[in-house]
């Protein structure tokens, strides 16, 4: 069987392209969508991934601009910042880089950030109205792995889709948008750390996405022939001295079993930022009704 790769940079691309013509409305009518992103402290990993996100918004000609802090920064110092950009008018979007140091309370940080600003979609009214059929602003990841399933014509009705890792990031709001009626209508079966016997459910999926953040766990042994697999993972290994990033699939493994196989890297690495400028294209717009 052939396996057909879901590439998530064509994907994003047609996301881009949709995205210009409202882009252009928001600003005939005096709004340019931008979006503050808060680094704390000196990670690597951060660094990269903010500095993927805010070249993309200024490559689109948005606003972007990061505030930077020392790792030692007080708890109270952050949630001054952040209440300063709720009420900044420049902002429609506030995206606080993860993991935060230590001595700062994430949750508390997070649920700082005023809903409709909230272009993660992690505070808690917004994984509220997911869960309850009225997405607003729904974490970017899983969005994105809805728009590249859609973009390649993978219709999830009455599918079975089976999610490996509950995470409120990625894998609990993936779970929630493939089963909503308006959106996935499949039948999901969630699965975790806690699952006896993963293979059963894993051998069952039609659609697997595998968000466990275990390198290359998920081989040919786990699917059933033509399964559709979403490998959101990313993760950095050491092999033969080089190190590389790989997703939780196997991709060698699975190659000529799997119908459909998003890769990594480009898969749906590059929805998850497509989707923080929806998201804040999406918060500018809110401005307009
Ligand atoms: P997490 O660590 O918060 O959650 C992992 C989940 O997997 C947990 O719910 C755990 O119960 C489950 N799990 C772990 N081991 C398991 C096992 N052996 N069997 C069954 N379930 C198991 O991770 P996360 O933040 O959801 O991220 C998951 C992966 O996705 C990571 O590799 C992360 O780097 C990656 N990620 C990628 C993107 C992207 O843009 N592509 C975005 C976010 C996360």
Do not use: W
Request: aromatic share 4%; hydrophobic share 40%; net charge neutral.
């Amino acid at each position: 069987m052939d396996t057909k790769i879901l590439s998530g940079l064509e994907a994003s691309k047609a996301l881009f392209d949709g995205l210009l013509s409202r882009i252009d409305n928001l600003k005939s009518n005096g709004i340019t969508p931008g979006l503050a992103a808060v680094l704390v402290g000196e990670n690597p990993a951060s660094e990269i991934y903010v500095r993927n996100k805010t070249k993309k918004f200024e490559s689109l000609g948005l606003k972007t601009d990061l505030f930077r802090l020392d790792s030692d920064v007080k708890e109270s110092e952050l949630l001054n910042l952040i209440n300063d950009l709720n009420h900044n008018n420049d902002f429609h979007g506030i995206l606080v880089q993860l993991p935060l140091p230590k001595h700062i309370d994430s949750e508390k940080v997070l649920n700082a950030i005023t809903p409709t600003k909230d272009v993660d979609g992690f505070h808690p009214e917004n994984a509220g109205l997911l869960s309850i059929g009225k997405p607003r602003f729904v974490p970017c990841t899983p969005k994105g792995i809805m728009y590249i399933l859609n973009h390649f014509n993978i219709d999830l009705n009455g599918k079975h889709v089976v999610v490996i890792g509950r995470s409120n990031i990625v894998g609990r709001p993936i779970s929630i948008l493939s089963s909503l009626k308006s959106l996935g209508n499949a039948t999901v079966t969630l699965c975790h750390s806690g699952t006896k016997d993963l293979k059963y459910f894993s051998k069952q999926a039609d659609i697997l996405v595998a968000a466990l953040g275990s390198p290359e766990f998920v081989d040919a042994s786990y699917i059933k022939k033509g399964a559709c697999l979403v490998d959101v993972g990313i993760n950095r290994i050491e092999k033969n001295g080089k190190s590389r990033i790989v997703g939780d699939v196997n991709q060698e493994s699975v190659t000529g079993v799997a119908s459909s196989l998003t890769p990594v890297p480009k898969g749906v690495g590059p929805m998850t930022i497509a989707m923080l400028v929806e998201n804040t294209v999406l918060s500018a717009e809110l401005l307009l009704n």
